[in-house]
């Protein structure tokens, strides 16, 4: 069987930006634990050799040697996608429900994204932010329009997008205060939370085997148990804080929702203190719940929203929206960034935030983010092993009482991807937004499949 495919940016950019390949596959069936179908795909010959050519070991022994050893990568060199499905190097195909870590919100090779990326990289690629460029202020409007922001500032990732919150909400605390020297500078976080690695999102996020080997990291951080409505009123009423970082969905942490209460709590006591309230809905954020927003389910507003992983759809960018009370407080100079806001990533911004932001797309993936849970449920719920199936829309985690590797390992030998987030004892669940029902039975049913292998782990455990 044959097909043409067009190659998402990550191929067509290398050669010819309107290039399109003919690929040939030859179907045959394995019998892993799954019973999944192998997609082997034939390289055309007009492709790069040296890039095809090579095998799985090949390209791992080379990542070895020349990059920097901060990744424990899973054993497998991917070279292709399509909608929910992946393909290595030897043509194995793999359902994806990590969509690049909550990333690839419309999955792979989307037509109207590759589309808008390749139409403006055909103009206009970057100029920097000494000069006006039309697509970031038309994503700047879109944003804005959609949420409780009146303001954008663009960064390139999460961690660079709670970095900018940070210096926001300091800002704010000495416009606020202009006569006192020592105004509130202090930040509040919560157990479990995760909003970078870099330094001060570093000092941000509670697991210390993230932050312990770059200590001293910056001071002022206090971390409070997530939920711990009393505890996080009485600090912020200290008015030493000047802004709480909250995510109103964990995904790193290991999937746990606040709740309105909570949250509402955090508003109230923010307001009364004059301090921010800070959403990080880098992960949660952008449809993941079936809301525009994850916030927006709760019906509590922020001051300022970070946002990053699927806003340009894979391409790298961060947004940080503010209020004007908060815009008011920041002037030029005070922060800013070389790649951030380019033409070719906001193209791409406004291609998935278009269709995001479509009320019937969310509305479905809060649909089927229900059938997934339910299905889970109805499938592994009775398991020994799992604990605890939550979520909300299509950010699911699976808690086990053993830890998640071998269940990970065994899914992906069986030609599913997924993640792992917590202590390790959490199956993360974060496919793309358009994943069919039919890929959520699939996908657990080598779930199911895969779960003896827990078996065997329990049995080793002292």
């Avoid at 990533?345 to 935030?353: D, E, F, Q, R």
């Avoid at 030609?415 to 793309?432: C, D, E, Q, S």
């Amino acid at each position: 069987m044959s097909w043409s495919v067009l190659f998402s940016l990550n191929n067509s950019l290398t050669s010819s930006l309107h290039r399109s390949l003919t690929l040939k596959s030859t179907n045959y069936s394995v019998s892993p634990t799954a019973c999944l179908n192998v997609d082997v795909r034939t390289p055309d010959s007009n492709q790069n050799p040296s890039l095809h050519e090579k095998r799985s070991s090949e390209i791992i022994a080379d990542e070895k040697k020349f990059i920097v050893g901060t990744y424990a990568r899973a054993p497998v060199v991917l070279s292709s996608g399509k909608g929910c499905k992946l393909y290595d190097v030897e043509g194995r195909e793999y359902l994806d429900l990590t969509s690049g870590i909550a990333v690839n919100a419309l999955g792979h090779g989307d037509s109207d994204w590759v589309r808008s990326v390749t139409q403006q990289a055909d103009v206009l690629a970057h100029v920097s932010n000494v000069y006006y460029s039309i697509p970031q202020v038309e994503l700047a409007k879109r944003l804005v329009t959609g949420s409780f922001a009146d303001r954008v500032f663009f960064c390139n990732s999460g961690t660079e997008a709670n970095e900018a919150a940070i210096k926001f909400s300091r800002k704010f605390q000495r416009f606020s205060h202009p006569n006192e020297k020592n105004p509130p500078m202090e930040f509040i976080a919560f157990s479990n939370c995760f909003h970078g690695r870099t330094m001060g999102a570093l000092a941000l996020t509670s697991k210390e085997h993230y932050r312990t080997p770059f200590e001293p990291v910056m001071p002022g951080v206090t971390f409070v148990e997530y939920g711990n409505t009393q505890a996080t009123v009485e600090l912020i009423k200290s008015g030493k804080i000047a802004a709480v970082f909250v995510e109103p969905i964990q995904g790193e942490g290991g999937i746990y929702s606040a709740t309105k209460e909570f949250l509402q709590s955090l508003r109230t006591a923010c307001d009364d203190a004059g301090c921010l309230l800070v959403f990080d809905e880098v992960q949660c954020g952008l449809g993941r719940t079936g809301y525009l927003w994850a916030h927006e389910a709760y019906s509590v507003y922020p001051d300022i929203m970070t946002l990053a992983k699927p806003l340009a759809g894979g391409l790298p960018i961060g947004a940080v929206l503010v209020t004007e009370k908060v815009a008011s407080a920041i002037s030029y100079g005070d922060h800013g960034s070389t790649f951030a806001g380019n033409p070719l990533v906001c193209s791409a911004g406004i291609a998935v935030l278009d269709k995001i932001s479509n009320p019937s797309f969310l509305s479905g993936v809060r649909e089927k983010g229900q059938y997934f849970k339910d299905l889970l449920v109805e499938k592994l719920g009775t398991n020994g092993h799992v604990k605890e199936i939550r979520g909300f829309g299509l950010i699911i985690g699976i808690e086990l009482d053993v830890p998640a590797s071998p269940l990970v390992d065994a899914c992906q030998q069986a030609g599913l991807l997924i993640l792992t987030a917590g202590k390790g004892n959490v199956v993360r669940i974060v496919p793309p937004l358009i994943i069919s029902k039919q890929e959520v039975d699939q996908a657990v049913e080598i779930l199911k499949n895969c779960l003896p292998v827990l078996d065997q782990g329990s049995k080793n455990q002292p």
